[in-house]
Structures are given as structure tokens and as C-alpha cells.
């Protein structure tokens, strides 16, 4: 027998009419992530009988126990059972919180994976919100919209950061593990690529288009979930893409995704590339994971992701350059990419590949620093991860350039940037 949920039984408002609110400094009660605290979403197939179905639990302090200006770890742990329930499913699932968390009103979300960020207005708790209703409503929405797939979910929220910091270990092997399930494929061997337009509320010119070798810019879809999201929501925002004719195997441009793109833009965007920010660059929304802007008195390329909150050497700030770039249009110089893209062999290939970089946070260097190891190995570089300037070299493109002629940068002998 299958559990059906019709109404949402929360002391908010819920509905897409709230999915572009925001909640600002005024309007703010407390918050969590952003750079401020540790905020995780991560969603787990389970066995049948080891959850209970419509079980929200808050373990920790929720918000009658916090105070104006409080900030606060969360991790958002969701279990899914079903028959027909794949763990190929997980992240479509997982990625729903987005517009879901939305969806209430006075509740503001951004981000994903482990980089999420939500912001609960005075508005809301004066209605008496609590975060056991983000669960309510994840309960609930599951099965409205995909009552296909699954029998049971259960939602626990953690608040106290030795449970937060658990569940994001457990989560972060699981996104790698989603991650490399792309690893071996190439764009060359595919016919098919992925839209996705889930982040049209937002960025109503943006679209992704999601390859092999270039996954969505905020990290939560890959080609494979994009596929398995296509399956289970034939009309939904993710449809599969005949790539056509390769009009710029270099630059990373293809007719049947410029026609998709062009319609599904309504005319806004005509075209674009994959594998360039130089020219054309695909469109950016806000949910980037990182953005990569040139550095052109550097003839390279530097990227910061979203937890570096620090100068660098383009100018801007991640958040000044998420609010410039992130609105869905095309910005040459610029481009949101996802952080695992750094370490695919398509990245900005069009303007000369990861051999460009010569700047990135530290933080995200470490993270990546075993791929980038291998990648630099691939392109005669082994060491190339160590001649990538951080904010410990300098943060101007003048203070890191004596490093990159003392470390022998490949990009300072590269053909011109632009040209
Ligand atoms: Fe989809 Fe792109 Fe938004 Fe990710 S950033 S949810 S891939 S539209
Ligand atoms: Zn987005």
C-alpha cells in the first residue's frame, strides 16, 4: 500500500511562490552554513524495515532554543526506502531540498551537498516554524513527486556539531563515490548530453547543459544522475540533449545543444561552449560550487570555491562574484563550474586546461590535492599542484607572480590568454 501526503502540515506558507524570496539581514532570526557554520544535505538509501516511514526527528537544538543572530551547525540526514529505489537515485532526491526548503515561506536556501546554507526569517519563527517542519515537508514532498520510486522516508536533523560533523564525513565519501562515477567517461563517446533547468526559479536564463566531462556547476548532477533523474521524470528539468554536430571539438561547442539552449533560454542565450570561460562560457547560476575568472597579466586562469570567503587576485570576493556572475547569463572571463570539474580532462581545455591555473584557495587545493597530483602527472607536471600560487603567496596578481617565474609555471610560456 502506498503512503500518499496531501497536505503539508507546517505553520507556514508553502509553495513555488515563495521559491525566489530572500531572506535579508533585517528580516534575518538565524542561520546556518554560508561559510559560517558546517551545513550538510545527504541522502542515504535505506533498508525497508530499518526506517520508519514519516519519522522527523531533531536531534539537538532546534528553534525555540536558539536566539536572534544565532548561528548554528545543521546536517539534513534523509533515508529512503522503496522497491524500486536505486542508490543511482540518491543525489535527484538529495538535490530536491533546494527548491523544497524554498518552497516555505520565510525559509531561504542556497547551495548543496555540503555547502549549504539556510536562513530562517523573524517572519517564520514568529509563526512558529521549527526545523523538524524542513523535515515535515521533505516527508511529504518525497511522496507527492516521487511516489514511483518510493514506500518510506525518514528525516532526522542534526543541530549539535559532533552529529554534523559524522554525517558530512559519511556524506563527503559518498559524493566522491558519485563523483568518480563519471571518471572513465568521455564527451567524445557520448551522443546524448543532459539539460537541466532546475535552477530557472533563480537564474531564469540559465541552463546546464551536463556532459561527461562537465558536470553541473553545482556539483549535486553529473551526467549519470541527470540520466537516472531523466528516468524517473521523463518531462521533468533534466532532458536528454542529441549533442549533433560538433561545431568546436577545442572550445567545447555543439549544434543540438545550442539549439536546446537557445529554446530553452527563450532566445536568451544562443549559444555556448564548454570548455572555455574565455569565450562564450556556458551561463552561471548561484549555486556554483566555484568560479573561475582569467588572470590575464598572469596569462592563466585561478578559480575560488564557495567556502573561501578571502580576497584574490580577479578583484572579487566568491560572494561579489557569485551576485555578478550568478544571475544565468553568459560572462566571458568568467564561468561556475563544479569543484570535482577542476580534475576532468575537459576543463577550460579551450583555453588551455588545468595547465592555466595559478591560483586557488589553499583549502581547495588540499581538497582536490590528490587528483590534482594525478591530472598534473597526466599533463608532464607532477608537481603542478605546488606551483599554483594561494592567499598564502598573495592575493593580487602582482604578489604571485615572482612565485609562478620562481616555481616555472607552465601557463607564463602558454600562448596569450586572449589573443
Ligand atoms: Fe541543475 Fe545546474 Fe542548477 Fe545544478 S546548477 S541544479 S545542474 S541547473
Ligand atoms: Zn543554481
Redesign the pocket.
Known sequence: LKTTVSQIEIPCAFGPAYEGERVRGADLYCQTGGGKTQCTEYLQLAEMNDIEDGKVTVVGPDIPDMKEGDTFPMAIFMQVAGREFQEDFEPILE?QT?HLINYIQGIMHIG?RDIAWVRVSKAAVDKGFTLKDIGVVLHAKFHQDFNKILDKVQVTLYTKPEDVEKITAQARAAYKQRDERVENMTDEDEEIFYS?????SFAPT???T?SPER???????NWMD?KASYEINPTG??QPIEKGEVLDPVLGQFAGVNEFVKKASRGAVTHYNFYSLVHDPMTT?G??EAIAAMLPACNGVMTVHRDYTGETPCGMKFTTLAGVMGGGASSPGFV?HSKYNVIQKKFLKGDGGLLRMVWMPKSLKEELRERLLKRGEELGYPNLVDMIADETVGTTEEEIMPFLQEKGHPALSMPPLVG
Not at 196 to 200: A, D, E, G, I, R
Open positions: 538535490r533546494h548543496q537541466c533547468t532546475l535552477c530557472q540559465h541552463v546546464c551536463v558536470t553541473g556547476l553545482c556539483g549535486a548532477y541527470c528539468p533534466n547560476c549555486c556554483c561556475g
